[in-house]
């Protein structure tokens, strides 16, 4: 297993654009979760899934959209970058059943607005 | 809304010498606890984890954490710390929200001198 794979791993964006990152889970995980770090404030949620067809937003979902049409991908959109959208952003997912918790994360997008 | 803290934000330490790094959890429920590391441009990796029972959890790599109930905390310890422990570290609790997610800390970031 691949486990949680994200593209790109860098990117540049200047202001207004707009850019797709791409987040894919091979473990047939019910959930899916996008979070941003920055330094110094740990992660914080920005969208979640609990399966193919369903989000809602995390805590700092403002600027940011998702989709999720398959259990596998849960890609997370900038329609109008921002300088405050320069950040690390990491996917993770986790399984639907049993009492783990756990997230299994991949390796993240750094992402400069400028 | 739930937070959790990590007062340290770096330390230093000298290979072998022994490592704690705190952190302080408000949520007054239930809770399930998680430590992650985030070794120099990786993805963050769950070292260990608390769910229920014994207080005292042992995870990979020689850590252990022990869950204080009393006092809202989840420390990590390492007796005898090496040069590849240097890397980032984050508590993190779970929240009965949004999909059950992680609430972390702002990370410790630990550098060990050979």
């Not at chain 2, 072998?16 to 990796?45: D, I």
């Not at chain 2, 850590?63 to 989840?74: L, T």
């Amino acid at each position: 297993n691949a486990g949680v794979t994200q593209t790109p791993k860098f990117r540049i964006l200047k202001i207004g654009q707009s850019m797709t990152l791409q987040c894919t889970q091979d473990m047939n995980h019910n959930y899916m979760y996008w979070y941003r770090q920055d330094p110094g404030m740990g992660l914080k949620l920005i969208y979640y899934s609990v399966g193919a067809g369903i989000t809602d937003k995390g805590e700092v979902p403002n600027g940011y959209n998702v989709s999720r049409s398959t259990t596998e991908d849960f890609p997370l959109r900038l329609e109008l970058a921002a300088p405050s959208q320069t950040s690390v952003y990491f996917c993770a997912s986790r399984p639907g059943s049993g009492n783990s918790y756990e997230q299994y994360f991949g390796p993240g997008t750094r992402l400069t607005v400028t | 809304a739930q937070s959790v803290s990590q007062h340290n934000h770096h330390v230093i330490l000298s290979e072998a010498a022994s490592l704690e790094l705190g952190c302080n959890y408000s949520y007054g429920g239930t809770v399930n606890l998680f430590w992650y590391v985030q070794y120099p441009g990786q993805h963050l990796q769950l070292l260990l984890k608390y769910f229920s029972g014994d207080p005292l959890v042992k995870g990979i790599k020689g850590f252990e954490a022990e869950f204080i109930k009393s006092k809202f905390s989840f420390n990590l310890r390492k007796p005898s710390v090496q040069w590849s422990d240097t890397a980032e570290y984050f508590c993190a609790v779970k929240s009965p929200n949004a999909g059950n997610m992680l609430t972390f800390g702002g990370g410790t970031r630990l550098m060990v001198k050979p």
